[in-house]
């Protein structure tokens, strides 16, 4: 019996402590947020993450998005072969990317890059006490610091799974008409006559939904560091990074679901 009141001690505080992270986490992002009514944003700051995130994330995506396209068009063209209905490939492929694979493939390959480097980033700032400087000096950390990275990833996240969406549709272009060897005009029109408005709208809204996990789970992580004291130092920064990046990868997938079910 004992053992039994000790399991449910143990389940309820875990329980309690994940509903005082959810609850600290939404009051930092409505911190964040509200910091955008308070003054006047750095627009400096903004270029500088946009360019962090979006330029130099740009080679990673396109060579993800090739090699994803040509994949799926790899697989679409040996199932469509059984039914023959290759002339689908181009629309197979379009649909899959914009609707599905664009959005979420951008999101990891933005939370490897960019999750990590800024969990790491804010965490040796709290570590180095340099928001304890910014608040002496009477400057809101939450629109310097915090609000820039967030817009930009907002920014970013979109534009960057469109390049994936149009670089994975030529992958899969390469594939289906210079190794398979199918009718070009086929592969076009069958892109331009299955993709609508409403699916390229559905991508783009989870992409900005994606950016802003990407960027809200490795700023709260990296800005709550030292409430764990285990947590300190470069270990602290790298075990804290680890959370985040998978953090930010599980509720990423799971709001994709959310948001294709409410799509649908």
Known sequence: METLF??????????RK????????????????????TGLVSFKQVIKQIYFIGNRSLIVIVVAALFTGMVV???????????GSVDLLGS????????????????????ARVGSATCSEIGIMRNEQQFDALDCMAINSYRYVM????LAALICVPILTALFDLVGIGGGYIVGIHIQGESPGAYIQGVLDTISFKDVLVGQ??????GLFIMWIPLYYGYYLHLNQKNMGAEGVSNGTTQAVVMSAIIMLFSDYIVSSLAL
Request: aromatic letters at 8%; hydrophobic letters at 60%; charged letters at 15%.
């Open 6 to 15: 000790n399991s449910i001690s143990k389940l309820g505080a875990a329980t």
């Open 18 to 37: 994940n509903i005082d992270g959810l609850g600290l986490a939404t009051l930092f992002l409505l911190r964040i947020v509200s910091s955008l009514f």
């Open 73 to 83: 068009a790899l697989q679409f063209y040996d199932t469509l072969v059984r039914f």
């Open 92 to 111: 197979a492929v379009a649909l899959s990317l914009i609707k599905e694979l664009g959005p979420v493939m951008t999101a990891l390959m933005v939370i």
């Open 147 to 150: 609000l820039p990275r967030l």
């Open 205 to 210: 809204i989870k992409s900005m939904v994606f």
